[in-house]
Every structure is written in structure tokens, then in C-alpha cells.
């Protein structure tokens, strides 16, 4: 029986991790399954040594390519309304056993990347370039890649001087998952309530909302993402999707963005602007792809077991570079 050179991490059941697996058992190549969160008696045991990497008793020495769907934090519970004494130490243990948890998590990935494995992706700098978009889009943008006019304030005038600039302009959260929406005049009456909390807004580009795919070094699979007219988060109930050429250009700009931020897997949303612009709004390290339909999610993690198996068996990133064939359409 061939032994195992690939590992998947995700939560417990996830059924995205199913559907990859499914993949790989379709190209007969066997792999290791693993719950990624630790944290209770029927969770991994992990071992981490300067010679030896052990999650749920699997040594990791014979494993070369490794794919994490997310990080899959233990979020604690929402806090009561009202806390007394014993509210406060339990969500505050639950916290400081989540901060091991993640510590160790990232710690393992990390030391695998150190030595030589294909990890996609490490939890570490593109995860929180994801989760901290006001210096993300700043870091782009200083990088010569093409992103809205971008402002993250509590101060009301600041956000007025930005309106007044930019004309409409939306709000959109700046760390989890949030939908975006168009700055309304109620909301400019209410500015004040900035001082509680900073907002990141943007200028508003009008056109087409593109889901792109990157694997390795190639766009796989590019989707206008179709939706209501007037819709601006097009995330929010979308109609279909469809297949879209990007230009060899924009090609080569978003895989060397996806490349800049460490990653060799990635979904962006990007706007394909009315004024010709490509404008990049976020960049997904470990993306979720159910979202776009059976057969369309088949067709993108074809290409990323393709380039797994490949650098499992050549230990080569250019090798499985070549390996990867990009889609020429649709498959919803």
C-alpha cells in the first residue's frame, strides 16, 4: 500500500475538506485527515521536537504536502450581558487556553514550512494581513497594486474629509466576516458614534465583483460573481456565477500579490472596474470554495491536489508549478 505524503487539516466533519479528499481519492492517492482544533480529551495530541513533528500520532517526516482550510479558532462564547466574578474567570480561562491553542497550531505549520513541506498556507503573515485589512490594503497599494482609496478612523471629521473626497463610499469590517454596505446619509448623521469604535471605509467602485482562484503560480478559475442590480456586497444572496478571462496582464499582477503575501492558495474578490481598473478588495489565505457550486469547487481543488501531488513527489515548487492546468470555463 503506498504510504501517505499528503495531510488535510480542517475542523472536525468540514465537509470542504471532504470534497478535497474526495478529490484525491479520485487520482487514487491516499491521504491523512486531521482535526486541526486541539482542546479536549478526544482531541490530537501533538508533539513538536527539533526532530520530530507528531500530530495525532502520525509522524510528520514522511508527509511533503499539507493542506489547511483554516485555523478554526475555538471562538469562546458571547459575552453575558451582565458579568459577575465566576462569568469573568471562565471566559477568561477559555481565552487563555485559545491563545495555546493557536500558538501551537501555527508553531507546528510553521516548523513544517521550515523544513522543506509545501504548507498551504502557513497561519501566520497572511492570516493576519486578513485579519487586519486597513494595513493590508496599504501594504498593497505600496506594493504598485491597485486598491480602493482606503480610510480606518474614529474621528468624525476625518471620515467627512474622506466622504467629501471620494464622494459615495462603503463600510466594510476590517477583520472577520461581515458583509459590506453603502455609506447612507443616516450614517452621516451618526458620525459621532465613530468614537466608540474605528470603521474602515472605502471609496465606492462601480462594476463587476470577481471571485479569483490562484494556485501555485496560475489563476485557476475566475468567476463574475452575478447579483442584483444595485447589490454592492455581491457575496450577499448571489445569482450565479461566470466563467471571466482576466488580462495575461492582471494574471500575472494578482499571482504576484497572491506570491507577495506568502501564499500559494488563495481566492481574491477583486472589482473589475466600469473606469478599467482591477481593484483588489481582499485576499482569502485559506478561502472558502463550496460557495460556488459543485462542480466549479471540483474544478479548483483538481488543481490544488494536482500541485500537491506533484511536490509530494518531486520536492520541487517549480516542478508542481508546472503541473497545474488552468480552467477554461465554467463548470456551474
Known amino acids: 500500500m503506498t504510504t501517505a505524503k499528503i495531510a488535510i487539516f480542517g475542523d472536525g466533519g468540514s465537509k ?173 448623521e451618526r458620525l459621532d458614534e465613530l468614537k466608540k469604535s474605528p470603521v474602515l471605509f472605502q471609496e465606492l467602485i462601480e462594476g463587476d465583483t470577481i471571485r479569483v482562484h490562484i494556485v501555485g503560480n496560475k489563476v485557476v478559475l475566475a468567476l463574475r460573481i452575478i447579483s442584483e442590480e444595485g447589490q454592492v456586497d455581491s457575496r450577499t444572496n448571489p445569482l450565479g456565477f ?24 488563495a481566492a481574491w474578490d477583486i472589482l473589475a472596474a466600469k473606469d478599467g481598473r482591477f481593484a483588489y478588495l481582499d485576499c482569502n489565505p485559506g478561502p472558502f470554495i463550496l460557495w460556488i457550486g459543485k462542480e466549479n469547487t471540483r474544478a479548483v481543488f483538481q488543481r490544488l491536489a494536482d500541485f500537491m501531488i506533484e511536490f509530494s513527489n518531486s520536492r520541487s515548487l517549480e516542478a508542481a508549478y508546472d503541473a497545474i492546468k488552468p480552467c477554461t470555463q465554467s463548470y456551474s
Not at 450581558?81 to 505549520?109: D, G, I, K, P, W
Not at 482576466?246 to 501564499?263: S, W
Open 16 to 188: 470542504q475538506v471532504a470534497a478535497l479528499d474526495d478529490v484525491f481519492k479520485e487520482k487514487n492517492i491516499p491521504t491523512h485527515v486531521f482535526d486541526i482544533q486541539l482542546g479536549s480529551e478526544n482531541k490530537p495530541d501533538v508533539v513538536i521536537e527539533p526532530d520530530r513533528l507528531v500530530w495525532d500520532g502520525v509522524d510528520f517526516s514522511g508527509i511533503e504536502a499539507v493542506h489547511i482550510r483554516c485555523m478554526s479558532i475555538n471562538t469562546p462564547a458571547t459575552v453575558p450581558a451582565v458579568m459577575n466574578a465566576a462569568n469573568y474567570l471562565e471566559m477568561r480561562a477559555t481565552f487563555l487556553r485559545e491563545q495555546e491553542y493557536q500558538s501551537v497550531t501555527r508553531s507546528f505549520f510553521n516548523q513544517l514550512a521550515l523544513r522543506g513541506k509545501l504548507v498551504v498556507n502557513t497561519l501566520t503573515r497572511a492570516y493576519v494581513d486578513h485579519d487586519s485589512k486597513a494595513q493590508l490594503y496599504q501594504k498593497l497599494h505600496d506594493a504598485g497594486f491597485c486598491v480602493p482609496d482606503t480610510i480606518m478612523t474614529n474621528d468624525p471629521q476625518q471620515a467627512e474629509r474622506f466622504f467629501d473626497k471620494v464622494g459615495t463610499a462603503v463600510a466594510k469590517p476590517s477583520i472577520g466576516i461581515g458583509s459590506t454596505r453603502k455609506v447612507s446619509d443616516y450614517d452621516k
Open 242 to 265: 461566470e466563467f471571466f478571462k482576466l488580462p495575461d496582464d492582471e494574471e500575472e499582477k494578482i499571482v504576484k500579490a497572491t506570491h507577495f503575501l506568502g501564499l500559494n492558495f
